[in-house]
């Protein structure tokens, strides 16, 4: 059994879908855009577009791209069942979502679930969200929804499927299959340096990596040692969704050239500067020319321009197989590409890596390595300290255990 209205391109859809579509979703699936054709009539221009354009900004881009495929694919099974997606009656809905729980993958052998109960929270989420935006009750409100959204989750209780954690060494094999140094993989190789080591030892998300510019880094020195390290200023994360926190992570220098993020962006920066004053072919007589011995720390002599930093430059940007740079920042799902790419090369299965397994590969290696759970908190910005045992337990489920004082 497939999937078929997630699937379906938004030009296969019905007409009356379509219509619907260019309504609700032109920019925004969470803005009712004709109820702001009366706020045109009776505001100006100016004062109208000011309020459309704070009320399109209420949610990030990833959770509006998420709603728009779930009615999208909404809208498409009430025409297809002649039933009335806005206002829905909760007990279409309840049928949708029961039916969305029975399929399955196809192309998976044994076939797998298409949708996890969260999934299906979510579109049911969407759905309500869209009616709220049209001043309609919700329909997910009614016990006939809620009960079935309870059940598939008792049906379908089992263990979240989590990524596994990169450790040091795994991180070490994965830095092993970047390309050579020389042009034109060189640029990828600098670039992905950086992105797996700031990801690993800034415990960072995969959004806020491809979120990252120039100016949200800082070149310090520790006063205690004085060593280079990083410091990087977050802006809006998933848990601080106005930025009104202003999270920031410190990433020392490595006690392995290889290993030190300092080092990376350092190497990164030299290339990115060079690009910017000589384009493509200083970048290739850069990376053809034998640099220092790799053994040796490349952070102690940086020194960033100024007029990088003050420019708003996506740190990490793509890079085109010829090794030209793009204007445009890797996105969330080509960071976590990425991991599961090295992971293949590897020789490791990438169904179990992503994008989270940096950040989760932190949690794990601090614990090991005796950091507690208010340090590995800290710089990972968790609130919750379950969140972080669970991390822990992972690293040495025997500490502070009472099994190892039975005396077995």
């Excluded at 002649?82 to 979502?97: F, G, H, I």
């Excluded at 999934?119 to 929804?145: C, E, Q, W, Y």
Aim: hydrophobic share 40%.
């Amino acid at each position: 059994m497939t999937d078929h209205p997630t699937t379906l391109p938004e030009d296969r859809l019905p007409a009356p879908v379509q219509t619907a579509l260019r309504h609700r979703t032109d920019r925004s699936v969470l803005v009712d855009h004709r109820a702001l054709a009366t706020v045109r009539a009776r505001f100006d221009t100016e004062q109208a577009d000011a309020l459309t354009r704070y009320l399109e900004a209420s949610q990030s881009p990833n959770t509006l791209r998420a709603y728009r495929t779930d009615w999208v694919a909404w809208s498409a099974w009430c025409t297809r069942e002649n039933r009335q997606a806005l206002p829905a009656d909760p007990v279409d809905l309840a049928v949708y979502l029961a039916l969305a729980a029975d399929t399955r993958r196809d192309g998976t052998d044994p076939p797998r679930w298409a949708f996890s109960p969260a999934t299906l929270d979510r579109k049911a989420a969407a759905i309500a969200a869209v009616h709220a935006a049209n001043g309609l009750p919700s329909p997910t409100r009614a016990d006939v929804v809620r009960l079935t959204l309870r059940g598939i989750r008792r049906a379908r209780r089992a263990r979240p499927a989590r990524k596994r954690p990169i450790l040091l060494h795994t991180l070490e094999a994965l830095l092993a299959e970047r390309p050579p140094a020389t042009w034109p993989g060189g640029v990828t190789r600098r670039r992905d340096a950086l992105l797996l080591l700031v990801g690993f030892a800034g415990a960072l998300r995969r959004s806020e990596l491809a979120a990252l510019t120039f100016a949200d880094i800082a070149t310090e020195t520790d006063p205690a040692t004085g060593e280079p390290l990083l410091i990087v200023h977050l802006g809006v994360t998933k848990t601080d969704t106005t930025a009104t926190a202003h999270h920031q992570v410190v990433l020392p220098r490595g006690a392995r050239p290889h290993t030190c993020p300092v080092c990376a962006f350092a190497d990164w920066t030299e290339l990115v500067e060079t690009h910017r004053r000589g384009g493509q072919d200083a970048v290739r007589t850069l990376l053809d020319t034998p640099g220092p011995d790799d053994r040796v720390h490349r952070c102690h002599r940086f020194t960033p321009a100024t007029a990088l930093h003050d420019l708003a430059t996506p740190l990490l940007p793509a890079v085109n197989r010829h090794g030209g740079l793009a204007d445009r920042p890797l996105s969330g799902r080509a960071v976590s590409e990425l991991v599961k790419r090295y992971a293949l090369r590897a020789g490791l299965d990438p169904d179990l890596f992503g994008g989270h397994s940096l950040r989760a590969g932190f949690a794990t290696q601090a614990a090991l390595g005796g950091a507690g759970d208010r340090e590995i908190m800290r710089q990972g910005r968790w609130s919750n300290p379950r969140t972080v045992h669970r991390y822990i337990r992972v690293a040495n489920p025997l500490d502070d255990n009472a099994v190892t004082r039975l005396g077995l």
